[in-house]
């Protein structure tokens, strides 16, 4: 039995007719209880004390071992149905041993029938372990020939790199070799082309290469090579060779420029500029020969420069009109330049020394549009004011310089200058060079028309137009600072430095005109209509203004403000002319609405300070105005409604002062009316001002009417019917009506 169970229940067992059920918990437990009931271990006559018995008999070996293992397997299923069943293990266990030895018989046959299959197995294996050991003893070779083509690999690596590195410094020494004798060689094409050749294109390029072979052996110097010492006579005398006919090229060019209608900037563009690098070749290989054709150029083109705008500036002298002189002041009576000429003042010309117009177009209409050509204007008969010659030749010069300025920096190519040992240049430096090559070239004409301009403005009394000349000088620094050409910045500082000096004193030559005017000189026949002088200031201001625009100069608003104070005071002694306090006001009424009409045609914002101030003038002088129209006709209505309002007891008012004013007012107001009408209709020639002053003084009329009307409700009454009734204020409104129409 103990076979059977050893047999049956070997672990790995791999035989293909073993039974996979053989090992499971049930067979096992079967087979332990056949084991247990096998006479071999227990008698069948001893009893079985149940498990967990606590006996104090000691029990043998075997039956502590049997009673162990139903320990262990008491919780077995197999064991529990069997108790529960009350199943005889003895009959049990030896159906479990019969069906074992049956297991056992089946897997002994199997295991004969595969016999020829393990054989065949094990020749197999006999034959891939010969095989194994025919491919070890084959790899074992390989690996002895792999070794051997590795140290044979290593080998042919180390001699590459030996070649390689042969190679690059054959290919290192073979370039400077090349570059030694490129920079060494000279051709006999080379020398024929240089000392026999025309200067053109392929000279250019020959020349090219020599500088290159001097450079080269310039910067080989400190080596001592034979070869650099035997080629340096050569190419010194191919430089000197070369020297001598750029210059000899370069000065006939130059001679070109003197012919008479010679178009420099075409000459500049098309012949210079196209052999530059002969110049650089000077410049860099014989400084005393680059000097010479620098100062050639200066020479040549300084003077056709010079030549063409003095010429243009003296054909526009011819086309200028005056504007202005000394007797075109605001506080100057217009009797002065008519008994010093003996002629007959023209108020056209006399207007525009104050006004802007026509004038303003040379500061709005585009830059190219402002260049006067003389001989059309003399064919047309056209004259100009010196703003526009201003802007002309201005702008020309501009072209000019601007055109010169970028062909300095292109030609002369300050860069190109050779380093010193130890010094150092800076774009500074080079800028200063460029201006001063520039300065040379323009400097005798920027003085002429510098000289021009400070001539004319020192004698100028034409302060709208120095202003205009003012805008037109800061629009061409704009235009130069767009195009980065600065090379003329200083001349137009300087021009500023003119203008603005003369233009402050202008504008103090009219304050004090106006400040030492005298008023019965001004007002000789004591007109109260607006007076010249407010319609020139109002003019004059308002050009300020307009030139102002954009530019809110805090100068200028001083100065004007300055004018205003002086104007306002000549007027105020002007009006003590009159014998009246109704003509003065009528008089400052007339000339502060001229000034705010004037204004009010412009819509800028430079103008709404004055606009608000010279209203508020006109409004303030107006009310006063007012009081004196009602004053004459209607004195006793508004006395007696300002004593009557100040009483605290209306009642105290004794009835006939009512019916006094009452009886008065219904007697004369239709014909008062008529005389305020035709007073405000001679007083006012502006009839939309008039219309104005009217209505305020009629407005004022009704409203001291109704404060008579309400005294007189409250001293009697509605009820109350007295022997004299007052106007009713609907009547007198429709009476009012009709003069709406006057103006």
Known sequence: MTDVISNTGAVGDTSPAADPAANTPDSIAAAFVAYLLSENHVDDSASINPIGSSSGIELPKAQLYVEDRLTEFQDHELLKSAFAKGVDLREYAKQIEKELDELEQAHVLDYVKQAPAFADLHSQIQGCDSILEHMESLLSDFQTTLGKISEEIEMLQEQSHTMNIKHKNRTSLEALLNTVLDGIVISPDLIKKICEGEVNDFFLTHLNALNQKMSFVKSQQNKHVRAFKDVGPELERLRLKATEKIREFLLRKLESLRAPNTNVAMIQQSV????????????????????????????????????????????????????????????????????????????????????????????????????????????SNLRYPFEAIFKSINRLLMDNASSEYIFDMEFFAPSRIPQRAGSTSSPGIELLFLQSVFLETFDATLKVLALNTKQYVEASFDAVGILLCIRINMQNIMIQQKRCVPCLESYMNAANMVLWPRFQAIMDMHLESVKRAIPSKLLPSKDVHPHYVTRRYAEFAASILTLNQGYDDILLINSLQRLRTEVESLLFRMS??????????????????????????????????????????????????????????????????????????????????????????????????????????????NFQNGARVLQSVLTRLVLYYQRYMTLYEKRFGNGKKRQVQPVGIQSLMVELKKFRSSF
């Open 272 to 379: 210079l500029l196209k052999y530059k690098e002969l110049y650089w070749f000077l410049l860099e290989r014989y400084g005393e020969a680059a000097a010479e054709i620098r100062l050639n150029y200066v020479n040549t083109v300084s003077g056709y420069y010079l030549m063409c705008f003095d010429k243009y500036l003296k054909s526009l002298q011819k086309l200028q009109t005056v504007i202005a002189d000394k007797f075109d002041l605001i506080g100057y009576e217009e009797s002065v330049k008519k008994g010093l000429f003996s002629g007959k003042l023209a108020l056209k010309d006399k207007t525009n020394v104050f006004t802007l117009g026509d004038r303003l177009h040379v500061l709005t209409n585009p830059p190219d549009s402002g260049i006067i050509l003389p001989h059309i204007a003399e064919n």
């Open 576 to 685: 003590g002319e009159f014998s009246d306090r109704k003509s003065r006001l009528v008089f400052m009424i007339n000339n502060y609405d001229l000034v705010v009409q004037i204004l009010l045609e412009h819509a800028g914002s430079s103008f709404d300070q004055e606009k608000d101030y010279f209203q508020g003038m006109l409004t303030n002088k107006t009310m006063e105005l007012v009081e004196e129209e009602l004053k004459p006709v209607f004195g006793f209505l508004m006395s007696f409604v300002n004593q009557g309002e100040l009483e605290k007891d209306v009642n105290s008012i004794p009835s006939e002062k009512f019916d006094e004013v009452a009886s008065q007012f219904t007697a004369t107001w239709k014909n008062a009316l008529n005389t305020i009408n035709a007073s405000v209709i001679q007083s006012f020639p």
